[in-house]
């Protein structure tokens, strides 16, 4: 605390409020995205959704995030990040509070993919009100790290927080808490942040609805066929309509004047690998939050809120290691640092998918779990950079948009594939518990494979290209 308060002192009084808006506002966002972790059992229990269309309640969140981000972006730089910041953030409370009055799954599929909306119109606004209220240099940067720090803390805050409120009360209150701050929020933008300045453009609307729409008939295709199989009519209706979308979304890329991805930006092998390896490695992630929950829940027999705190060891060390990442890099370089971030989660995630119905959480599932946050740590912000690498500037804004995109729709995609892999597992068991233990432990050995495929494109597209360019430079062969 006493840190804080000095660390507070380096900001003109004018900044303190507009920095405690910006980061109270994407703490929301963040806490959004795990809060309902720990709640899945819950919300399976309440509202008689199935082991597939559970999926939902994120994928409805991050495919519309995702999807849109691009958008978002483009919105403030024309209509005024103020202004933007204020709508994202007005849609976002008032989708959460329709989550938490959802008396159905239609209901709260739809509430969170408007709560997805709004995180994209809100989330490229906070660093970019970051950017022009904080002078470039020692100021901006602590701003920046507070910033990054809120990401780290969300997360483990969100577990435990969503578990407290699901276990004592009901999953419905971790919603309407968004309300009085979103509320509280919205009058301290309007008072405290200036417009920012507007700039000529237009919007790729063409771009943004297949992308959004495209991945989406993509991600329901597939959660679709873990029930209905690839032969049913729907399925394959669904399958044909992201294909073709996804299709369209490349060829008005090429020729839109301004386009939301610019497809130069795939050039680059190494910006094209990291992209790739950001889908897989965040697939696996999100597999991991998603079953690991359900096998301490409905495996095990934790509370929520004993749930939330089991994630305690993954969560910390992630933590932890991520602030060190920036000497990591400058010691082995970064194609290094994210090979071994890639292994040691590849060889934590091996670990958890042996899970089995009486397994010891300390050796079973804590210890694995250290391996996880210590790979993830290590992981992250080394494919930022190399998502990023080598741009053009005016490029710089497109690619750092690419990275988060990429980071939302692997989720979702990566978790509509596990998710048809869980349907299939455990068949010709009785026993419900071994059942689903059974079928986490094969899902999380699918995300295991996914984080093999992510490491191998790391290393034939990043790292050996790059120790290429390393060699010529030196003038050696």
């Avoid at 309440?46 to 082991?51: H, P």
């Avoid at 507007?198 to 679709?224: E, N, P, Q, W």
Wanted: charged residues 10%; proline residues 3%.
């Amino acid at each position: 605390m006493a840190k804080w308060q000095k660390d507070m002192t380096k900001f003109e009084s004018r900044q303190i409020p507009i920095l405690i808006i910006i980061l109270v506002s994407y703490l929301m966002i963040v806490l959004d995205i795990s809060v309902v972790i720990t709640a899945l059992p819950k919300i399976r229990a309440g509202l008689n959704f199935s082991s597939t269309a559970l999926s939902w309640v994120q994928n409805a969140y991050t495919l519309a995030f995702g999807g849109l981000l691009l958008l978002g972006a483009r919105a403030g730089d024309i209509l005024g990040r103020r202004r933007m910041f204020i709508t994202g953030l007005t849609i976002f409370t008032l989708a959460s509070l329709a989550v938490g009055t959802a008396q159905s799954i239609y209901w709260l599929i739809s509430a969170r993919a408007l709560q997805g909306i709004g995180a994209a119109i809100l989330a490229p606004s906070t660093l970019a009100l970051l950017s022009t209220n904080f002078t470039e240099g020692p100021q901006r940067t602590r701003a920046v790290a507070y910033y990054g720090a809120v990401a780290g803390i969300g997360a483990s805050l969100g577990l435990v927080l969503g578990g407290i409120l699901t276990d004592w009360l009901s999953w419905r209150v971790a919603f309407f808490i968004n309300l009085p701050i979103g509320i509280a929020l919205i009058l301290a933008a309007q008072r405290y942040l200036t417009e920012t300045e507007k700039h000529s453009g237009k919007f790729d609307l063409v771009g943004a609805l297949c992308s959004t729409l495209g991945m989406s008939m993509l991600v329901y295709s597939i959660v679709r066929s873990a029930t209905a199989g690839w032969t049913d009519m729907i399925t394959m209706a669904a399958l044909a309509a992201g294909v073709v979308l996804l299709f369209l979304l490349v060829v008005n890329e090429r020729y839109a004047k301004q386009p939301i991805m610019p497809l130069r930006l795939f050039i680059s092998r190494q910006r094209a690998g990291a992209y790739v390896a950001r889908i897989l490695f965040l697939g696996a992630m999100m597999g991991f939050w998603f079953f690991t929950t359900q096998f301490l829940q409905g495996v095990i027999g934790y509370s929520p809120f004993r749930a939330g705190l089991a994630f305690l060891p993954m969560t910390l060390t992630n933590f932890a290691v991520a602030v060190m990442v920036p000497k990591f890099t400058k010691w082995i370089g970064n194609g290094r640092l994210l090979t071994c971030g890639i292994t040691i989660t590849l060889f934590g995630m091996a670990w958890l998918s042996r899970v089995y119905a009486d397994i010891p959480y300390f050796t079973g599932i804590a210890l694995p779990m250290i391996l996880i946050g210590i790979g993830q740590g290590c992981t992250l912000s080394p494919l930022t950079v190399a998502g990023v690498a080598g741009v053009e500037a005016k490029d710089a804004g497109a690619a750092s948009g690419l990275v988060n995109v990429a980071h939302q729709l692997g989720a979702s995609l990566g978790l509509g594939v596990l998710v048809v892999v869980f349907a299939q597992a455990g068949i010709g068991m009785s026993d419900a518990r071994e059942i689903l233990a059974n079928r986490i432990s094969t899902s999380l050995a699918a995300g295991t494979v996914m984080l093999v495929i992510a490491l191998v494109l790391v290393i034939v597209l990043i790292v050996i290209p790059t120790k290429s360019i390393s060699k010529r430079s030196d003038g050696s062969l």
